[in-house]
Each structure stands twice: as C-alpha cells, then as structure tokens.
C-alpha cells in the first residue's frame, strides 16, 4: 500500500471511528432522555394526584365492589353523591390496603370532571398512562448504563487511535466464547496477539469467523484498542481488548 492511499485510509478510518463515538453518544443521551422524560411524566402524575386533595370536593364514597384479578391491577367501585346526583367510579389501587364492600372512604373528585377521583389513600393512577410510563423507564434505566460504557468505549478508541498509528495485521483465527468472539492476529514485528471483541449484542461479530486471513489494522493501544477490517467497501471498526499484554 502507497503511501497516498495509506494517508487516504486513515482519514477514512479515523471519520468512520469518530462517526461510530458520535453514534454511541448520541444512543447514549437519548435512551438518558427517555428515562428523564419518564420519571418527570411519573413526577407530574403524582403532583396532579395530590393536587386533588388541595383543590377537589371532598364527600363520603362507599365501596360497592372489590375486584382483585390474577393479572391486573386490583380497583374497588366506589359510590358517591355528587350535588343530589349519585355516581360510581373504579379506582385503581396501589395503596396495598384491603377493601370490603360496605367500607366508608373520603372520596375526592374534580369539580370540573367529578370522574376524575381518587381516594385519601388511593392515587388512581390510570393503568395506560402507568405503565406507558414504567415501561419505557424501566427499558432505558437498564440500556442507559450499558449505551453510555460504550459511548466511553468508543470515544476513547477514537482519540487513542488518531494519538497513535495504524499497524498492519492479519486476522488467523476467530473463535466463539460465550456472547464474544476471541481473535488472533498477527501483528507485524509483535508476532501474535489475542485480542477479544467486546459488544453490546452478543454474537454481534460473528462474521469473523468467515474472515479469516484478512488483512486488517489495529489503532490505538492497551485497553483502548480498536481493530479496523474492510466491509465491502466500508471501513468496518471493531472494539477490542488484549487478552494478553499489549497489542503495541
């Protein structure tokens, strides 16, 4: 390889690393926001709740009926009067207490929309909008932490590798272990070096296996090291780490 075209692979290699950090950050912040979004929308759910203790009409309900399903959220249909006009109303409880038919509770209700009521212990939080929240929380406090790892990871490989040079290699052997793929390479003037892909899917790099004696380059150094492979006609980036000492 010339020199020119060299030069021309590298600016390639170093766009397409820093595309991939810009990626991970980006997947990063968003899955942040998601969370964000999710734990305000709870934050205002609760606040509009307790707010109808301070500006709702407060009368005595009775319960009429106590549902608690297997699967679902357990409510009781609760009676209440309204000016002269009786209403009913099933309220989803959270709470943990237990109900019978017959029981006495404070009921408060909008005066603007009288269905919309809660108990004195019983938010009423509305199954869709829970668990339109919970959910996504949930997902994006699990994938959060893991995006933002390897927003670092990428980031990292991506400065180490524009400090040092590209050295030539070639990929001999690929093997599957658990969820990664554990590579050997053949580095010019360091012999060989085992190195193990780190992904965020496994199986991810499974296409390895059928690249085997491919000429490849490997930035970076020591734990911030990455491995560069053609993919067709694109630069492919491959996180890795040393199994054993250094690749540099």
């Known amino acids: 390889m010339t020199g020119d075209a060299l030069e021309t692979d590298v ?30 929308g709870m934050v205002a759910l609760d606040a509009a709740a307790d707010a109808l203790l301070v500006s ?16 679902g959220t357990p409510t009781i249909t609760v009676g209440y009067t309204v000016g002269v006009t009786p209403r009913q109303a099933v309220v989803n409880r959270d709470s943990g207490l ?24 019983e938010r009423n939080h509305s199954d869709a909008w829970k668990w339109g929240l919970i959910s996504p929380a949930l997902v994006a406090l699990g994938l959060c932490p893991w995006c933002t790892v390897y927003a670092v990871r990428w980031v990292r490989r991506c400065r180490a590798a524009r400090r040092t040079h590209w050295i030539p290699a070639t990929l001999i052997a690929a093997n599957p272990v658990d969820a990664h793929q ?3 390479l053949k580095c010019r003037g360091n012999g060989r070096q085992g190195v193990r892909t780190l992904a965020m899917v496994p199986g991810r790099y499974a296409f390895l296996q059928r690249l085997e004696h491919n000429q490849a380059w490997v930035g970076g150094e020591g734990t911030a090291t990455v491995l560069m492979l053609a993919c067709g006609t694109r630069p492919c980036p491959i996180l890795v780490r040393p199994t054993s000492g250094s690749v540099r």
């Open 98 to 121: 237990a109900y019978h038919v017959g029981d006495l509770v404070w009921l408060y209700y909008d005066p603007i929309d009288p269905r919309h009521v809660r108990t004195l212990e």
């Open 56 to 71: 709702g009409m407060r009368v005595v309900g009775h319960v009429v009926g106590v549902e608690d399903p297997r699967r």
């Open 11 to 40: 600016i390639a290699w170093n766009r397409a690393l820093c595309k991939r950090s810009w990626r991970s950050i980006t997947g990063a912040v968003l899955w942040l926001l998601v969370l964000t979004s999710a734990v305000l």
């Open 182 to 184: 554990r590579l050997v």
